[in-house]
């Protein structure tokens, strides 16, 4: 029998109870794992078990992925309109809609954010995304082309066929809905696996894709280790496409497995070290906000964190002060707790890894000039951190954190911070705050990154592609970029004339 997983939420923001399967879920059933073994969850609040889940393995991938092929051949694929699909997706996003409480709390029990910007932020994001993929369904279009009068020619866009799909524990509901939503859309079937640190929400999601009435095989959710079931998937012969969200090191080897084996496409969406440029006509109350929620957003755990603050020597000192404040006003504590705006890390190994960039800084001659410490006496909570007097090759300016951990440089010139905030591996994020509409665009035209904000930082749309340069990815997320790389182009040749 497969594992399940029951929590009533008494005494927390949300009142109600929950309870749903937990096994691998394949062909629309949840069973246990092929080897019986299973997964601890570790609630991020206390450190201790909150559930064991059923752990999926490299057999499970195959089971998944004969299922997933079966539904393309057979239910999915070229075998179901656009409109049908779209039908589906809406219903999926409706029952997101009426569960709304119930994912957001366990949301914020799995993975440690607080309650009310699961409930408030991910989840309604998460329904968009859904709804916005919904609309795009029967829209999936190719072209008509003339190349002379005896010839016509036209192109189809076609899914690609089963999918592998792995997503990292930092977002796990917004990140699941990122991934199936163009997916689906395009006609293809999927296999994917969450992190083993934040599954709860896919498996929840499992239920309400079955109860929607999506065909068997369509969606299949496996929770198991990076080096055996991502492995899998990575390198599964009769998987067509892999997409992952995750550190760029797990990235090349995600890629190298997709080249080793069947040369299957392949979409990454990794690590970033995000500059951040205050200039000194900014609004300051509104570049310190922003400057905030771009550092602290999620705990600092999101790969566009704009922890790297270029703040220009006319108002270095007064943006510190005030973003001084700000950081010290920020309220730690149970995610479901009135007035808490950053819960725990999510792991011990993350807040391990958090704490040894902390030292590093210190060690490195950097000032910590506030937090740096643990909060409390359990759980995985640290207290948000600012450093400033940093040079460029210090490890906190130069690696991602993925902590709450900002880094403040001061700069004198246009130029000399465009420099320095290129001056990386990574490029997903960039952000830019100033009054001068002509500096904000020439200097995010020269800024190499995916993405530029203009007087704020970290405000995404389902509508708007995300994705990053250089080593932070390939491909992108959200909007209509996002369908491009789950169809496969066909170009089909007519021939007019009587020879």
């Not at 239910?75 to 779209?86: A, D, H, I, K």
């Not at 999620?298 to 001084?324: M, P």
Request: net charge neutral; hydrophobic share 40%.
């Amino acid at each position: 029998m497969p594992t399940s997983f029951s929590y009533d939420f008494k005494g927390h923001a949300y009142k109600g109870k929950t309870s749903f399967p937990t096994g691998v879920f394949i062909n629309n059933e949840f069973r246990a794992g092929s080897t019986k073994s299973t997964i601890d969850v570790i609630n991020p609040c206390d450190g201790k078990v909150l559930t064991k889940i059923d752990e999926a393995t490299a057999a499970d991938v195959d089971l998944a992925v004969k299922a997933a092929q079966e539904a393309f051949d057979t239910t999915w694929g070229l075998n179901m309109g656009g409109l049908q699909r779209s039908a589906l997706m809406n219903k999926l996003a409706l029952l997101m809609d009426r569960d709304a409480d119930e994912l957001a709390a366990i949301e914020s029990l799995d993975n440690g954010k607080t309650f009310s910007w699961s409930r408030g932020s991910d989840i309604t994001f998460s329904i968009k995304t859904i709804k916005y993929y919904a609309g795009w369904a029967d829209k999936i279009r190719g072209q008509t082309i003339e190349p002379y009068g005896t010839k016509f020619a036209y192109t189809r866009h076609e899914p690609i066929g089963v999918v592998g799909q792995i997503i990292p524990w930092n977002f796990p509901l917004l990140m699941f809905a990122w991934k199936i939503g163009p997916a689906l859309a395009t006609g293809n079937t999927i296999v994917l696996k969450p992190s083993e640190f934040t599954p709860l929400t896919a498996l929840k999601m499992c239920s309400l894709i079955k109860e929607a009435g999506f065909p068997p095989g369509v969606v299949n959710v496996l929770v198991g280790y990076g080096q055996t079931v991502g492995e899998a998937i990575s390198g599964h012969m009769d998987i067509q496409k892999v997409a992952f969200t995750g550190s760029t090191l797990v990235g090349r080897k995600v890629m190298a497995a997709a080249a080793h084996s069947n040369l299957k496409n392949v979409t990454l969406e990794l690590g970033g070290k995000s500059p951040n440029i205050v200039f000194d006509d900014a609004d300051l109350e509104q570049a310190v906000h922003w400057t905030a929620h771009g550092i602290f957003w999620n705990h600092g755990q999101a790969c566009c964190a704009g922890s790297r603050v270029f703040v220009q020597e006319g108002i270095y000192d007064k943006f510190l002060e005030k973003l001084t404040a700000k950081t010290r006003s920020i309220k730690l504590g149970d995610p479901f707790g009135e007035g808490i705006d950053q819960g725990p890390q999510v792991s011990q190994l993350q807040y391990d890894r958090i704490m040894e960039y902390i030292e590093s800084g210190k060690a490195a001659g950097a000032t910590l000039h506030t937090g740096g410490k643990r909060h409390g006496t359990e759980g995985f909570f640290i207290e948000p951190t600012i450093f400033t007097d940093t040079s460029p090759e210090m490890k906190i300016v130069r690696e991602e954190i993925f902590g709450p951990v900002g880094v403040l440089v001061k700069f004198k010139t246009e130029e000399e911070v465009i420099r320095q905030a290129n001056d990386t591996a990574y490029g997903l994020a960039s952000a830019v705050f100033t009054t001068n509409l002509n500096r904000a665009i020439n200097v995010t035209n020269k800024l190499h990154a995916g993405t530029a904000w203009v007087n704020c930082m970290n405000d995404l749309e389902a509508e708007v592609p995300f994705g990053g340069y250089k080593q932070s990815g390939i491909g992108r997320e959200l909007g209509e970029y996002a369908l491009h790389n789950y169809t496969s182009v066909k170009a089909v040749h007519i021939n007019l004339a009587k020879v």
